[in-house]
Every structure is written in structure tokens, then in C-alpha cells.
């Protein structure tokens, strides 16, 4: 009986240390995941709502025929397709590219789970890939180091 007596008044305020330290790092850890958790769905609720509100004129712009792209792609202030038209329908183009990079931004500082990042990424790229119209609107706002403004680690790492 007095060897474990011993024994715990030796060992026994390090086994509670050790105890507490690890019950401390298991909590600690439990509310990173929380917090992580709580700022993912945060994230991904807001940029899917801002999605929403674009999900209209970007498929107004990918539904486009050949006719209506050169168009659009060829009106300078003339009425052949409205100077309001085509530059309502740039700036709601140029709020979708903020939106892919704020999303890249925080998938590369890891707050967006891979998962929810490929799925939105895939989505960034059809829509990409599906109108001549965008392509040619990114790679103007690219240009000249524009691709910065995105917060961007090289010019091609939001789109394809």
C-alpha cells in the first residue's frame, strides 16, 4: 500500500498534467474543426447566394447564338446591340470573376474543402469553356498584370 501511495504522490500530478494537456489538445482541436466548419458553410452559403443573383445573365450569355456573340463582341457605341446592354452584361461578367476568385482565394488558404472546391470549379470552367464571350472578357481583364487584382498566383489559376 505504501508503494502506491508512492507512486502517486510521485507520478500522479504528472499523469493529470498529461491527462489535462491531452483533454485541453482534444478541445482545442474540437473547435478549430467547429470554427472551420462554421466559416466553410458561412462561405459557401454567401457565394452560392451571389451565384444566384448572376446565375441569370450568365445564362443569358451563354445561350447566345454565333450572331449574337460577334455581335456583341463587335459593337462599339453603336445600336447594333445596345451600349447599356453590352455594358450591364460586362459588368455582371466582371462580378462573376470577382466571385470565382474570392472563392479561389479562400480554397487556397484552405477554408473551402476540396470537395465544394472541384465541384465549383468544375462549374467555373463549363462556363468558361461554354462562352466565347467570357474567355475573351478574362483574358482582357488578365492583361498587363490585371490577373493580380484577382488575388491570383499566376494568371491561369482560376480558369482552366
Known sequence: MDLILEFSKSFGPIILAVVAAYLAYRHNKLSRELSNDNLQ???????NARYDKLNDIIQFVLDFSEEDVVKFLESKNDESFGDYKKSFINFKINDYFNLCAEEYYWYSKKRIDDRIWNSWKKGMDDIYNKSEIIRKQWQEEIKNDGWKSFYLDKPTSLFN
Open 41 to 47: 458553410k458561412q462561405l459557401f452559403t454567401e457565394f
